[in-house]
């Protein structure tokens, strides 16, 4: 799959214009909201944003700028995922998420070298997440993927112990944004 294919999926899941009161992210097209279109540079209604411009963003914000393509040509799969999480979340705690998952793995640096949870891919993550890949194989695969969407679920869990009005959201989150990976092991 490309990357357009993976952003047309992420705008398919975040839809058109929607200004929620109760939604934190406030006024959002496309799933960008109005703090992150004007951080990029879009200064119009954000009912009128075109969907280039939320392409753009999607492109520049949540697959270059935190090297998720990079990810991508590791594990197609954990590279949707991490694009995915990151546009919901931040592509800091994305990355977070990964290096806190390939960390616990690792039964104690046993197979590769720890890294430092700093919520951004490079080098040391890339060799991680290959030698975990090349240790552990499609089982392997499946388990990082089931701990990722783990690590998201219990995320959207707090936000919602933390702010009651966020509830509401929470069912669509998790059908939405969590999904496991079929196992066959």
Known sequence: MNVNAIIDQVIARERGYVNDPLDRGGETNYGITWTVARA?????????????????????????????????????????????????????????????????????????????????????????????????????????????NSLQAIRYLDICEHAHAQERFLFGWIAQRVHLPTTNT
């Open 40 to 148: 990029n540079g879009y200064h119009g209604p954000m009912k009128d944003m075109p969907r280039s411009v939320a392409v753009d963003i999607y492109t520049r914000r949540y697959i270059l700028a935190p090297c998720f393509d990079k990810v991508l040509l590791i594990d197609q799969t954990i590279g949707e995922e991490l694009i995915d999480t990151g546009v919901n979340m931040g592509p800091h705690i994305a990355a977070e998420f990964l290096q806190r998952a390939l960390n616990t793995l690792n039964e104690n640096a046993t197979h590769y070298q720890d890294l430092f949870v700093d919520g951004r891919i490079g080098v040391q993550t890339y060799k991680a997440l290959g030698s975990f890949l090349a240790w552990r194989g499609q089982p392997g695969r499946n388990v990082l993927l089931t701990l990722l």
